[in-house]
């Protein structure tokens, strides 16, 4: 059923329609830098929350629990009176009626703008093999967390059943994380730590222990964007932790019981391990392919789109991209360029509703990087400046109280983290086996969690095509007065 987007109002009476795509770092700072704007802004996105995914590795390994990284953007938003927002994933984008159109359990949305910020990030990439994804889940949403935890959690439970039978448990204590960036550093040293501090006293017929975690990368350096100093340190912190790290290894083929890895010399090597998780690479949205396809802006082999240098699409200077999705200057794909993207849009858009000239170009101001590798220990490179151990430790936890969304989230991450990091414990190590299997079960239905629940009716489609066809009369009829220059953005 279509939803109506806009209470029936006048032309005259009819502010500046901004809609926001996606709920993360530059969806919501963009819509909350709109907070006094003279506007109406709509932020559509998949899911109800808005996610801290620096922390996901954190719900994968039982430390926090999912409300903390990820609070309902709803909730977030409540007080700002002219957003709404509306849960739909975001499937098409018409530049020339100006309208987004989103579907919920195959339910459709058609939402008109007047100008749009695009912000729907990126996924995990398996470059080309997504048959990997089956067996080696990726970390980019609570689900993927939720599953992670599920398999680890559940890989020691078998183990522990494996060996009071007397049988081999090797591969079920073996842990495999690709992927030697900031998460895959992240993940490894937690898993290292839970096996080896949280775990030690409750089973009795295994020795968590004696798990095996292997850090598994094709490039020959840990961590190659904080620098070949801070690699090395890296690596043998991990090192000490009992971490295996296999560089210049590349994964060829993973199937349930294990993976494949290519070495330097050429010769192959089995890994016999039943959890693997995935985090050596990313794709932008794949809705950069429909503006590329409108506008012609180009594509890199990531997926990201070419934007001008104030973040517009080329011909649309009422359509603005952010963060992950966008191919700018070699731009990073971290929580910082979406956030000053965001508030670079937000403020062109004012400006241009305020008739003053347009910014500068876009500057990204590079603020520095962190990355834990285990419980007070860390790295961090800001400018020229390098730091490790328990200094970068807790800088990267000032750096998280501060940017967590939400009062109570900030409370309560602090006592969990204080649970885990000064006692062993960890206070969210529940799992379920729906947690584990869900993703596979949805898999196999032709389309998702809609096949699940009864289609709309005849009446319905009917309905939802007149009221399609009613927004993009009034979106063409905008677009005509905004082009006149009798409302909005000029088009030129
Ligand atoms: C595990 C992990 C750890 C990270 N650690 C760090 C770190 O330590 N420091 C750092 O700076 N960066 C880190 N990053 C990167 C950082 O999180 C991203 O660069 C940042 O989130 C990008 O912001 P964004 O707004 O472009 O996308 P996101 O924050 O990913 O937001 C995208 C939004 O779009 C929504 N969406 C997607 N598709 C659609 C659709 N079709 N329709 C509607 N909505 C849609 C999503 O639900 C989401 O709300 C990490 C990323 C991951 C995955």
Same mark, same amino acid.
């Given at each position: 059923?279509?939803?109506? *987007? ?16 996606? &709920? ?63 849960? /739909? ?12 159109? &989103? ?7 058609? $939402? ?9 990030? &990126? ?15 990726? *970390? ?24 009071? @039978?007397? =049988? ?15 998460? /895959? ?21 295994? %020795? ?5 975690? +292997? ?15 801070? /690699? ?5 912190? #991990? ?13 060829? %083929?993973?199937?349930? %019981? ?11 090597? @089995?890994?016999?391990?039943? $959890? ?5 690479? +990313?794709?932008?949205?794949?809705? $950069? @392919? ?34 992950? *999705?966008? !191919?700018? !200057? ?19 858009? !004012?400006?241009? #509703? =305020? ?16 990355? $834990? ?23 990267? #936890? ?26 062993? /414990? ?24 809609? !096949? ?41």
């Amino acid at each position: 059923m279509t939803e109506p *987007m806009t209470e029936p109002m006048t032309q005259a009476q009819r502010r500046h329609q901004v809609v926001v795509i996606g &709920s993360g770092f530059g969806g919501l700072f963009g819509a909350k830098a709109l907070k006094r704007s003279d506007v109406d802004v709509t932020m559509i996105a998949k899911t109800t929350h808005h996610l801290f995914q620096p922390l996901l590795y954190q719900v994968a390994t039982g430390i926090l629990s999912e409300g903390e990284i990820a609070p309902p953007t709803r909730e977030v938003l409540a007080r700002q009176k002219n957003t709404r927002v509306l849960l /739909g994933e975001v499937t098409d984008i018409d530049l020339a009626t100006q309208t987004v159109t &989103s579907h919920v359990l195959g339910r459709e949305t058609v $939402t008109p703008y007047d100008s749009l910020i695009v912000a729907a990030g &990126s996924s995990q990439s398996y470059f080309g093999n997504d048959q990997f994804a089956e067996f080696a889940p990726g *970390m980019k949403s609570i689900d993927d967390a939720l599953e992670l935890r599920g398999r680890i959690f559940g890989a020691f439970e078998l183990a522990e059943l494996g060996a009071m @039978r007397g =049988e081999d448990v090797d591969a079920l204590l073996t842990f495999v994380v690709i992927g030697a960036g900031p998460t /895959g550093v992240e993940m490894a040293g937690q898993i290292a730590e839970l096996s080896r501090r949280t775990l030690d006293r409750d089973f009795r017929a295994i %020795n968590s222990r004696e798990a095996r975690v +292997v850090l598994v990368d094709a490039a020959g350096q840990v961590l190659p964007p904080f620098g070949a100093e801070l /690699g090395v340190k890296t690596k043998r912190a #991990l090192e000490k932790l009992g971490v295996e790290v296999k560089l210049g290894a590349m994964v060829t %083929n993973v199937d349930e %019981n294990g993976l494949e890895v290519k070495l330097k010399d050429g010769s192959f090597e @089995r890994i016999e391990a039943v $959890t693997k998780m995935w985090a050596a690479g +990313v794709q932008a949205n794949g809705l $950069t @392919r429909t503006l590329s396809e409108q506008t012609g802006a180009p594509l890199d082999r990531a997926g990201r789109i070419g934007v001008n240098s104030d973040l517009t699409l080329p011909g649309h200077p009422e359509v603005f991209v952010v963060g992950d *999705m966008i !191919d700018l !200057d070699h731009l990073p794909g971290v929580a910082q360029v979406a956030i000053q993207g965001a508030k670079y849009a937000a403020k062109a858009i !004012d400006r241009r #509703l =305020e008739g003053k000239p347009p910014q500068q170009p876009f500057k990204y101001f590079d603020k520095g990087s962190l990355a $834990t590798i285990s419980r007070f220990r860390a790295v961090a490179l800001i400018g020229r400046f390098r730091l490790t151990g328990v200094i970068a430790w807790l800088l990267w #936890l000032g750096v998280h109280i501060l940017y967590l969304t939400g009062f109570k989230n900030r409370v309560t991450a602090v006592l969990h983290w204080a649970v885990s990091f000064v006692g062993r /414990g960890r206070q969210e190590r529940t799992a379920t086996e729906q947690q584990i299997f869900g993703r596979l079960a949805l898999d196999r239905l032709d389309h998702g969690a809609a !096949d699940l629940v009864s289609p709309p009716s005849a009446e319905q489609v009917a309905a939802q095509e007149k009221r399609r066809a009613e927004l993009e009369a009034i979106a063409v009829e905008e677009a005509r007065l905004t082009d006149s220059g009798a409302r909005g953005v000029p088009a030129d």
